[in-house]
């Protein structure tokens, strides 16, 4: 079956320390989203890219970095410049016609240590 | 600025008593309105969308609809298995990101 998997389900990070969260799907789906969802609150953009070596800053960009360098794959790294990274990450994706709605994994819970 | 709002926060129903959860909207030209389902530790699942005034779309037993201003997620007869948080989320013709409502959890109890 056609999806996305987001991997670990769950990540605990330490002090000073980057983590990346995977994302990886077999939808063929050209653009590919970074979300980040707290308690009471809807999801925000960390970063998108539509297309492969190309990806730009959503709301909520500080702290985070990706690289796209496969249309599959589109890898997160929360690095130590986030200060409050608690929280549930969420990535989607679409096919080259965003009016489509956006596919999500199951997320990747990330804790601090 | 664009901005979505959803009600109530939580609902909590019987099973099988029909109730409505709201999501007003401002958005700078509508491209779509989109309808997901979350259960607890899991992503967003589509449900709808809907593109323009005085539409509607059906699934089971739910039912979408859309005016220039909110759109209405219509439970009929729920029953247990209905109980998930319901997101709404629109996307604006000038960005094509998706802005997302803090969502309405809903509990049916038997």
């Known amino acids: 079956d056609g999806g996305i998997t987001q991997s670990p389900k769950y990540l605990f990070r330490k002090e000073g320390q980057n983590v990346t969260l995977s994302c990886e799907q077999n939808l063929n789906h050209d653009a590919m989203y970074w979300y980040r969802q707290d308690p009471g609150q809807g999801l925000r953009l960390i970063y998108y890219?539509?297309?492969?070596?190309?990806?730009q800053k959503g709301d909520i960009a500080e702290g985070y970095s990706v690289s796209r360098e496969k249309k599959e794959s589109f890898p997160l790294t929360v690095t130590s410049a986030q200060k409050n990274p608690t929280a549930f990450y969420l990535c989607?994706?679409?096919?080259?016609?965003?009016?489509?709605?956006?596919?999500f994994g199951d997320g990747t819970r990330l804790s601090i240590l | 600025e664009d901005q979505v709002t959803q009600s109530p926060e939580a609902l909590r129903l019987q099973e099988g008593e029909s109730s409505s959860l709201n999501c007003s909207y401002t958005v700078s030209g509508l491209r779509g309105l989109f309808w997901y389902r979350q259960d607890p530790g899991k992503g967003p699942e589509f449900l709808f969308t809907l593109y323009s005034a005085g539409e509607e779309k059906e699934k089971e037993r739910l039912k979408a609809t859309l005016t220039k201003k909110e759109s209405f997620l219509h439970i009929t007869a729920p029953k247990p298995e209905d109980s998930a948080t319901y997101l709404c989320?629109?996307?604006?013709?000038?960005?094509?990101?998706?802005?997302f409502g803090q969502g309405t959890t809903l509990q049916v109890k038997p």
């Open positions: 989320a629109v996307q604006a013709y000038n960005t094509g990101k998706l802005i």
């Open positions: 989607a994706s679409t096919p080259i016609d965003l009016t489509q709605p956006q596919h």
């Open positions: 890219s539509q297309i492969v070596n190309d990806f």
